[in-house]
């Protein structure tokens, strides 16, 4: 069975930082893409960053503008592990997110109908 487990968020002040991880188990994290995606009260899931093979050239990461330069995303193929560094949270950053996988040589865009596999998701709280 495919897993991922999503862990890592809290309730957090403005400008403070978390770093979610993602467990992967069930498949080799090294052929696929994987994605952070969150969905805010009120609105409709969103793709937050995205690395579209399965290693994270530079070419190939994604992160929506509102995110540029506080999230960072990596990913330890070695450990199926997946992370985002997510500094300067601001009260919008509040949402549930998810991770995601899907293969890697489909090079996915950044969209929730472009992975296959998917976490929980875990709650992130950022208080002003």
């Known amino acids: 069975e495919v897993q991922l487990q999503a862990s890592g968020g809290g309730l957090v002040q403005a400008g403070g930082s978390l770093r979610l991880s993602c467990a992967v188990s069930g498949l080799n994290l090294d052929r696929y893409a994987v994605g952070w995606f969150r969905q805010a009260p009120g609105k409709e899931q969103e793709g937050v960053s995205c690395?579209?093979?399965?290693?994270?050239?530079?070419?190939?990461?994604f992160y929506k503008d509102s995110v540029k330069g506080r999230f960072t995303i990596s990913r330890d193929n070695a450990k199926n592990t997946m992370y985002l560094r997510m500094n300067n949270l601001k009260p919008e950053d509040t949402a549930v997110y998810h991770c995601?996988?899907?293969?890697?040589?489909?090079?996915?865009?950044?969209?929730?109908?472009?992975?296959?596999?998917w976490g929980q998701g875990t709650q992130v709280t950022v208080s002003s």
């Open positions: 690395i579209s093979d399965s290693t994270g050239s530079e070419d190939n990461i």
């Open positions: 995601a996988a899907s293969p890697a040589r489909y090079r996915p865009r950044c969209g929730r109908l472009y992975f296959q596999f």
